[in-house]
């Protein structure tokens, strides 16, 4: 038990490293905010649930962004039908962490942490067919990294809420993966 909190502790700091996570990214500030508050109450070892919660709260606003600049800027009618798709999903996902997070006291990011700003800023930097390939790759990229963190917290998540919250946004995670890789190879074949 402690050695898998061990190892997931260190995934999570590595986590944080790639994705910028500094004192003045909004995940770091959500994430301690969270501790805190919990430390407070005499609950410990939230760190890793409090990271993730964070984390998905900024990925979700990123997924939902993205799509709105997809549906306006994309070439493609596939690109603009997936980024649709990516909109009412992360919505959704979206308000369910929002009541997750509210019953069981996480503090939620109030914009997009700075890893998620970067490939907003990326892709909208782009125009065309340009834009198209930066937003499938983007999706795929992103869509990796939440699968592995949510099948990651499923299994080992502290408190069952962020359990059961990760558990049952793997299936649609791994489906939007899947569906954005099967595009990407479609427009890499063009």
Known sequence: MNRTFTTLFAFALLVCGISSCTPDDSIYRAT??????????????????ALFVAEAASANMLQVQLAGLAEGQAVSPEVKGLA????????RMTDELQ???SQSNFVLPTELGAAHQKSLDNVSARSGLSFDLSY????????????????AMADNG??????????????LLRQHLETAQALERKVQNI
């Open 32 to 49: 301690e905010q969270s501790v805190q508050q919990f430390e407070e109450a005499g609950v410990q070892n939230m760190n890793n649930d």
């Open 158 to 171: 502290v408190t069952m809420e962020v359990k059961q919250y990760a558990s049952r946004q793997v299936p």
């Open 84 to 91: 649709q798709r990516m909109a009412a999903d992360h919505g």
């Open 99 to 101: 009541t997750m997070a």
């Open 136 to 151: 499938i790759k983007t999706i795929v990229q992103e869509h990796q990294n939440l699968l592995k963190r949510h099948e």
